[in-house]
């Protein structure tokens, strides 16, 4: 566009170096108009003409200058020219008759300045051409330049992005091991608070806990913890402003086990019934495992059918349990090892007002609950005391002798039947083993005791005679069966044991007694036998 520009004003200055006489030829327009004839004036010398030449040259020049030096794009005025394309251009008058009008030749170049001055649009082909231009004149060290300042750009960018995507990865790091360590701490409180909450516990144990007046819910908590009742007394306490049970607590003494539940030790600690009273109970030498379950029942420390199952198998809670093994033709597998003695148990006082409780109720609920744990307490005391007072030295008796320990207490528990005295025990007891050691002669004990047990003990759990029923009764019943029964008919005390492992050194085979006086009488032979039955008034019975 400039280059245009250039060529009609160098056109114009040469036409008026020649003075006018030869004017460029314009540009077809495309509507033709007539030129407006000038006034005629008188015409001036070449001399002027060379003066205003150079006028006008140095006009352009300063035109170009001005063109160079001023900013690439400008905003234009209200009253601008019209904007024309490149190949738009706006007609330029014709002026045929130049020579004639030749001191008009200003007019004329006044005119073709204003078609050089027209501001033209730059089309998208001519910009590509300026910056082609521009390119072109751009050397090469700015080139190397230029693309160095691009190089460094990109691995700048390369650089923070990779320091962005590592900062990423150890902040997604750190965020998945504070996580994981967040979950293991979190979850060792939660299994900790559960396990709590339930009372499931390794240790089973039991405590007497004294509840002082006035205690609140933070007290007991302490109190309870110092006692390994409980290990979070806050969440105890917690529990209680959750649950609605804090402060109202009963003083007075409770017996606690560690395997009690939140709730239960909130009920039991609350409750006027659930204070305890010990009672002092003699287990009699000779009872039997039901009738021992009977007698704490009927002092209110626990439900016979509770204390039951802790004597109807094995538990395997200590070492002479061990010596032991199931039989089927047992009645009660840890019958003779509740050992006579006199104990302290722990009474549940609802049992005492057993029948004014709503069957279902919370307090009747807790009542069940401490029976079976007052029963197992109970029957863990009697079989430790039986644990501690069996020795090395009676188990090696036992071992000398050929007999079991099951064997013993069975002979011992018939001993402990038969004899009237202690005493008559060791002599009881050398006939039962005389007939064993001679068994050929003598196959059978034949102790009325024993037909006792099958009778009271056995037969009444029986609706019918069944077979389970009649296997009772014939290992049990020393007339039918051969040698030493199933197992023991009752619990024996320490003499009668004693009496089975240190007899007296008899030829006895027989003894009888007399009922009304307790005396008795022994015989070595059949005949002599008889003649004591007559003695002591038994003539006729068999009875030995």
């Known amino acids: 566009m400039e280059q245009k520009k250039n060529d009609e004003v160098e056109s114009l200055a040469a036409f008026l170096h020649t003075g006018g006489s030869e004017l460029p030829k314009a540009p077809e327009p495309v509507k033709k108009q007539e030129a407006v004839k000038p006034a005629p004036k008188p015409k001036q010398p070449s001399i002027n003409a060379d003066k205003d030449l150079n006028d006008i040259l140095f006009s352009i020049e300063n035109r170009k200058k001005s063109h160079q030096d001023a900013a690439p794009v400008a905003v234009p005025e209200p009253d601008a020219p019209e904007v024309y394309e490149e190949d738009e251009l706006p007609d330029i008058p014709e002026y045929s008759n130049f020579e004639e009008d030749n001191g008009h030749y200003d007019d004329a170049a ?68 504070g996580i994981i360590f967040a979950s293991i701490y979190l979850s060792r409180y939660i299994v ?5 909450l339930t009372g499931i516990v390794t240790n089973d144990f039991r405590i007497d806990v004294i509840i002082p007046e006035d205690a609140d819910t933070e007290t007991v908590a302490a109190i309870l913890s110092e006692n390994n009742i409980i290990s979070s007394p806050k969440f105890f ?61 009927e002092n209110c420390v626990c439900f016979a059918e509770d204390f039951e199952k802790y004597y109807k198998n094995i538990q395997n809670n200590y070492d002479f349990e061990r010596r032991l093994s199931e039989s089927s033709s047992k009645y009660n597998q840890l019958e003779g090892y509740l050992f ?37 307490e109970a029957a863990k005391k009697m079989y430790k005391n039986f644990n501690d007072k069996i020795t090395r030295t009676m188990y090696k008796q036992m071992g000398e002798m050929n007999l079991t320990l099951d064997e013993v207490i069975t002979l011992a528990s018939m001993v402990q039947k038969e004899a009237a005295s202690v005493e008559d025990m060791y002599y009881v007891a050398s006939v039962f083993l005389n007939r064993i050691r001679y068994s050929e002669a003598y196959p059978k004990l034949e102790s009325d005791v024993t037909v006792l ?16 029923y009649t296997r009772y009764a014939n290992a049990y019943n020393t007339y039918t069966c051969t040698g030493i029964p199933a197992g023991p008919i009752c619990n024996p005390g320490l003499d009668a044991i004693d009496a089975v492992l240190n007899s007296a050194d008899t030829n006895y085979f027989f003894f009888c007694a007399n009922e009304e006086t307790g005396e008795v009488f022994y015989a070595e032979t059949q005949a002599h036998h008889e003649e004591n039955l007559v003695l002591a008034g038994l003539a006729g019975n068999g009875d030995e």
């Open 110 to 177: 006044t005119q073709m300045m204003n078609v050089v001055n027209i501001p033209v649009k730059k089309t998208a082909s001519a910009e590509k051409a300026v910056a082609e231009y521009d390119d072109e004149e751009e050397t090469e060290e700015e080139k190397e330049e230029r693309k160095e300042l691009r190089e460094m750009r990109i691995r700048y960018e390369k650089q923070r992005q990779h320091a962005r995507t590592f900062a990423f990865i150890l902040i997604g790091a750190f965020l998945c091991v």
């Open 192 to 196: 900790t608070y559960a396990l709590d």
């Open 237 to 297: 306490t917690k529990f209680g402003e959750l649950t609605g049970k804090k402060d109202e607590f009963i003083p007075g003494t409770y017996t606690l086990s560690s395997t009690m539940s939140y709730m239960t030790l909130f009920s039991t600690l609350q409750t006027d019934i659930y204070q305890e009273k010990i009672v002092t109970i003699r287990i009699v030498e000779g009872m039997t495992a039901h009738e021992i379950a009977q007698l704490l029942e």
């Open 340 to 376: 006579p003695d006199t104990y302290e148990f722990y009474v549940i006082q609802a049992m005492e007002n057993i029948k004014e409780l709503e069957e279902g109720s919370e307090e009747a609920l807790a009542m069940y609950e401490n029976s079976a744990e007052n029963a197992e």
């Open 453 to 468: 047990y099958v009778e009271n003990e056995i037969k009444p759990y029986f609706t019918d005679t069944s077979a389970k």
